[in-house]
């Protein structure tokens, strides 16, 4: 028996929007410690690099190109990646696409579009998982909600409505799937350093990227962004068999944000 802690080796783990960011810095963290892994994800270019990166450093990867707010898509990657695997035992519902505005500034066109990725992404690929894992003794289900799940934060109308789905989500499928030796966990990131932000700032206050940078990270109590292999350490936490008496939690990585504030 390997006793190693965290250990992941014999496992496929599926994770979304698992090219870049913390979905990429889960799939680093996950094959480090033996998972198979499978990314999905949108961006082709993007997931061609993750998957050589990660096979370049010894381990196992395979990347789907796939739109998680499209049934038929997710149902061919998970069908393609089922060929390649005799089990699935994780998945990490971390696709999602951000939005700023209010209720009265969000178009209705893109609140459907937030809520489609978001929303419907995740319900998809949990569709997906749970059609094998039901029948195949059990896995494991981690979807990324947000802080503002629970929180309020101004101008993310759209996209705080869908993160509170994701959370209630996660507690349906924990209920309802236990008796399978389901467990399903959410992480709620507080505001985490990734490209995403980079860009945001550069979009919205050009010429002031260092003063922004440092205003928006000392939002957070602990008086800096997180990092995404923060994430990444608390994902294979709950992934892991040292988290089997842990289903249907809320886990914040939010620097203090949800209780400090």
Do not use: W
């Not at 690099?49 to 990347?63: I, P, Q």
């Not at 289900?141 to 934060?153: G, K, P």
């Not at 350093?193 to 990270?217: C, R, W």
């Amino acid at each position: 028996m390997n006793t190693t802690p965290f250990n992941l080796a014999n496992k496929t783990a599926v994770i979304t929007g698992g090219a870049s960011g913390i979905g990429l810095a889960i799939a680093k963290r996950f094959a480090a410690h033996g998972a198979a892994v499978e990314i999905l994800d949108l961006q082709q270019d993007a997931l061609d690099t993750a998957v050589t990166e990660l096979r370049a450093a010894g381990h196992s990867a395979h990347g789907e190109s796939c739109d998680v707010s499209e049934p038929a898509s997710v149902d061919a990657a998970f069908a393609r990646i089922l060929s390649r695997h005799a089990r699935l035992h994780i998945l990490v519902n971390n696709a999602g696409i951000a939005h700023v505005g209010n209720a009265l500034t969000t178009t209705p066109e893109d609140f459907a579009r937030i809520q489609r990725v978001n929303v419907n992404g995740v319900a998809h690929c949990t569709q997906a998982a749970l059609r094998h894992m039901t029948t195949q003794g059990g896995g494991v289900i981690l979807n990324l909600a947000s802080t503002v799940a629970q929180t309020a934060v101004a101008d993310r109308f759209a996209y705080s409505t869908s993160k509170g789905a994701v959370l209630a989500m996660t507690y349906s499928i924990a209920k309802d799937f236990l008796a399978q030796g389901i467990r399903c966990n959410a992480i709620l990131p507080g505001r985490i350093h990734t490209p995403f932000v980079d860009g945001f700032i550069a979009k919205n206050y050009p010429g002031q990227e260092a003063e922004m940078f440092d205003k928006l990270s000392k939002t957070l109590p602990i008086g800096r962004m997180g990092q995404p292999n923060e994430v990444a350490t608390a994902a294979l936490f709950l992934c892991s068999d040292e988290a089997s008496f842990i289903t249907g939690s809320a886990y914040p990585v939010d620097g203090g944000t949800l209780t400090l504030r």
